[in-house]
């Protein structure tokens, strides 16, 4: 299984938590966050995986924003060829960012303790910060026994999935055109699954890919499947 895909795959893993697992140094801020009404930012770390570190970002209206550092996991030699670093604007639905926030409204729940201290598998370290008029709450946590905290991360999780899978795509329609059929083949089996949500977030290259004439037409197809399913 290649790299990128281990991220997708973690929260079904079993066993033990590694105990010397830190976060990684935290990411610059993005410019105006400050400003901008309520927020809700994910920073996820898993040394183990491609990327090991990324910020995901969430505004109310379903803007937002994701920047991932690939860490230094090793290659895989059956990967192929990777996605660079990202750093770029992004957009989910508006029914999933209304979603998003009433979790995080409900119950005052990030003030709550969020850590289950279960020994469960490690599937990443995910600090969820709100900041907003009615102030700031923030909890770090690799599983939480709250049911909506869980969701959260889960959710926020296969959001990155299907922005990481959006930039491989990319790569591989510059460099690997073969490699889009094994890639959207996989795409289809981990968003029928949830394990890649909000497809709309890389709803571009989706319609690139469902209108190009030089990829095949199998992967054109499945990329006409996926954006009819994108909102």
């Known amino acids: 299984m290649r790299a990128a895909r281990l991220m997708l795959a973690a929260l079904a893993l079993g066993g033990a938590m590694p105990a010397n697992t830190a976060l990684a140094e935290p990411m610059p801020p993005v410019a105006g966050l400050s400003d901008a009404g309520p927020v809700l930012e994910m920073d996820y770390t898993n040394p183990g995986l491609t990327p090991a570190h990324w910020v995901l970002t969430i505004w109310p209206d379903g803007s937002g924003h994701f920047r991932s550092e690939r860490g230094h996991a090793p290659m895989d030699p059956e990967g192929g060829f990777e996605a660079a670093d990202l750093d770029r604007d992004i957009q989910v639905s508006a029914e999933f960012a209304g979603r998003v926030f009433q979790a995080v409204h409900r119950s005052n729940l990030l003030n709550a303790e969020c850590e289950s201290h279960m020994k469960v598998a490690f599937q990443g370290w995910k600090k969820l910060t709100y900041t907003g008029p009615d102030g700031g709450r923030e909890c770090t946590f690799n599983y939480s026994k709250n049911k909506e905290i869980q969701w959260l991360g889960e959710s926020l999780v296969a959001v990155a999935g299907a922005i990481v899978e959006g930039a491989r795509l990319e790569t591989l329609l510059q460099h690997d055109r073969l490699g889009?059929?094994?890639?959207?083949?996989?795409?289809?089996?981990?968003?029928?699954?949830?394990?890649?949500?909000?497809?709309?977030?890389?709803?571009?290259?989706?319609?690139?890919?469902a209108n190009d004439p030089e990829v095949m037409d199998r992967v054109r197809k499945r990329a006409r499947t996926l954006l009819a399913r994108a909102d």
């Open 180 to 209: 889009l059929d094994k890639e959207m083949e996989y795409l289809q089996e981990a968003f029928g699954d949830g394990r890649v949500q909000q497809l709309c977030a890389i709803r571009g290259i989706l319609e690139r890919l």
